[in-house]
Structure formats: structure tokens, C-alpha cells
């Protein structure tokens, strides 16, 4: 979470106020309401998030969806498709343990195996990858792939805490959550922003969540940053400025969930181009910092132009440490980049 509330520029003010007026279509994401401003001596228009609930009925009746976004049906179709998927993992590993326990029968009693047992499951090819100990089986155009071995207490709990937040970011979007980020970094981060990077920041942001438990779009506890990366109103509008998305289809709403992830790869990438140019100018990061992506994860908290790292953000890098020690195994890296396209 970070805020430019204090950015400046001859087209734009922004010193902490949000003026949302601009982004497109918001009436059918917010309920809107009128307080009076003392500092400027008039009203100004304040904007609240619909609910979950709202913001379905708002696009049904309208029957407008944004650019990417997928319908109730199409959601639960993606859904059915996906246990499918699991019902067929689940089916093969309950019939390889069956043919499996008949063949070591066979052998004990020096007997040969029924031949037909293994046939009768023509798509079934179960083997061992010997460069990362990863076994991996075909069902038609399925994989079903075991994670590695991970021995490391540490490198296990990273992995347990993306691979959760990946899960819980895929329940509440009501698709496969990780092939849309793939797909979107892809799209717009430029060779610039890596999948696991963005992994990172949705575990620390909110673990995966887009809505809490009222189906309101997860909200920070001081009530300034919305969504499943945690974006304040202030840096999306920034973001909108930098790259010229004011007024385009592609302008960021940071309510919808899909713009939200936008939002973060934006930053990233944002926040990687001025780091460099920061270390260029002083030479040196804060004492804190260690390297670029520690930078990086600091100013995703603290802010762009912060100078000094405060005690968030020292949190904020260690949580980044403590996630980064699947870094040096790299098999593991690539099972999780890659899950979406496993069952099991």
C-alpha cells in the first residue's frame, strides 16, 4: 500500500484529496453522496464501493462487463471445468495405486501382471522427472504434476502461504486467479515484473481476499487502500497519468478486481524504474535495503518518494525476505508459476 498524495504536476493537484470524478463508468461501481467541504467553501461528491452483490445486479441490469471481466455463468462454467479436472486427477491416482497394488500382488506370488490392467487407462503415462524430482502424469490435455520434495521448514511455509493466496484470490474472483495474472503480466508489464513477484505482494496485501466477509471489496484498516493489492484511490490516479490510461478503455478503476492486479503490475514496474534512477542519482539505497526488489517492496508500502524506510516498511521488507526463500529453488519457483496448468 502506498499513497502520492503529494504528487504535483500543471495538469493534475493532488496533495491527499481523491477526486474519482474521472473514472469511467464509477456511478455503477460506487453509491455517491454530497459533504461539504470547508476547505474549498463548496460540496463535494464522495464515493463509496458498492457491495459484491451490488456490483453483479449493477452489471446484469446494465448489461455492461468490463473489458475482461467474465460472466456469473461463465465464472461457474470455469469453476465445473476446473473440478472436473479434479475429479480426473483424483480418479488416475486412486486407479495407479490400484494397478500398482495388483502388480506387487502378482510378483510376490511369481505370477506376471494382467497386462489389460494397465491398458485399460490409455492416457494414463505416470513418470519421474529426474532434473527436479517432480512426477507428472497426462489426462488428454490435463497434467496432473506433484510438487517437489521441500524439505526446508522456512521454503515450505513460503510456499504454503502463495499457494494459499492463490487460491483464496481464485475462489473469490470466480476463475483460475494465477493464469489471469500470467496473463496480464504478460500483457502489460514489459519483461519488467515477474508472476512471483506479484504472488508475493497478494499474500502480504491480503493473503488473496478481494472481498471480506460482508462481500464488500476488502478494505485496509485506516480505510485508504481497497482491493486485493491494497491501492489507494491517489496512486491509481497517478498510475492513470504515467501511462496515458486517462480517458482510454483501459483507465484503472481500482474497485474492479481486475484492474486492481492491473494496478499492481503497474506499480511495479513503476517503482523499478525509479528505484534505478534513485540509486543512479545517491549511489546508495537506504540502509535498510539490500537490493532493487527490496526497494521495490518498501516503496509498494511506503511511497514512492519516501527517503526513509519506517517500521512498515521494515515489516514490510522482512515479510518480503521471509517469501523470498523460495527464490533460490527454482524448481519450486516453477511449479507454482506454472500450477495453473496442473490438477492433483
Known amino acids: 500500500m502506498f499513497n502520492y498524495g503529494n504528487y504535483n504536476s ?22 455517491t453522496s454530497q459533504i461539504f467541504d470547508y476547505e474549498t467553501d ?26 475482461r471481466s467474465r460472466s456469473v455463468g461463465e465464472r461457474r462454467r470455469a469453476r465445473q471445468r476446473q473440478q472436473l479436472k479434479q475429479r480426473i486427477a483424483c480418479g488416475l491416482t486412486a486407479a495407479s495405486v490400484a494397478i500398482g497394488g495388483l502388480a506387487m500382488g502378482a510378483y510376490k506370488f511369481n505370477a506376471e501382471p494382467e497386462k489389460d490392467l494397465s491398458e485399460d487407462i490409455s492416457t494414463q503415462n505416470i513418470k519421474n522427472i529426474e532434473d527436479n524430482n517432480v512426477e507428472s502424469s497426462q489426462v488428454d490435455d490435463y497434467q496432473i504434476v506433484f510438487p517437489p520434495k521441500i ?16 487460491s483464496t484470490f481464485s475462489d473469490d474472483l470466480g476463475e483460475n486467479g494465477l493464469s489471469l495474472i500470467k496473463e496480464r503480466v504478460n500483457a502489460i508489464g514489459d519483461g519488467e515484473v515477474n508472476v512471483i513477484d506479484v504472488l508475493k505482494i497478494l499474500w502480504i496485501e491480503s493473503n488473496g481476499r478481494i472481498y471480506d466477509d460482508n462481500g464488500n471489496i476488502i478494505t485496509s484498516y485506516t480505510g485508504e487502500a481497497f482491493g486485493p493489492f491494497q491501492l489507494t484511490p491517489s496512486t491509481v490516479d497517478y498510475l492513470n497519468y504515467y501511462y496515458g490510461l486517462e480517458g482510454t478503455d483501459a483507465e484503472l478503476d481500482i474497485m474492479n478486481p481486475y484492474d486492481n492486479l492491473d494496478a499492481c503490475i503497474y506499480n511495479i514496474k513503476f517503482l523499478k524504474e525509479k528505484k534505478l534512477n534513485d540509486f543512479s542519482e545517491n549511489g546508495v539505497f537506504p540502509s ?57
Open 151 to 166: 524439505e526446508d521448514e522456512n521454503v515450505q511455509k513460503s510456499y504454503n502461504n502463495i499457494m494459499n493466496a492463490i
Open 42 to 67: 463548496s460540496y463535494i461528491t464522495v464515493k463509496r464501493p458498492l457491495t459484491k452483490d451490488s456490483f453483479q445486479k449493477n452489471c446484469v441490469n446494465s448489461n455492461t462487463y468490463h473489458r
Open 10 to 31: 500543471s495538469s493534475r493537484d493532488y496533495k491527499g484529496k481523491v477526486d474519482s470524478s474521472h473514472i469511467k463508468n464509477a456511478g455503477k461501481r460506487y453509491s
Open 288 to 344: 535498510e535495503v539490500n537490493n532493487l526488489m527490496e526497494a521495490v517492496f518498501w516503496c509498494y508500502h511506503d511511497g514512492a518518494w519516501a527517503n526513509k524506510v519506517t517500521q512498515q516498511g521494515a515489516d514490510y521488507i522482512e515479510k518480503y525476505r521471509n517469501l523470498s526463500v523460495i527464490d533460490d529453488y527454482q524448481e519450486i519457483v516453477d511449479y507454482i508459476v506454472n500450477s495453473d496448468t496442473f490438477v492433483g
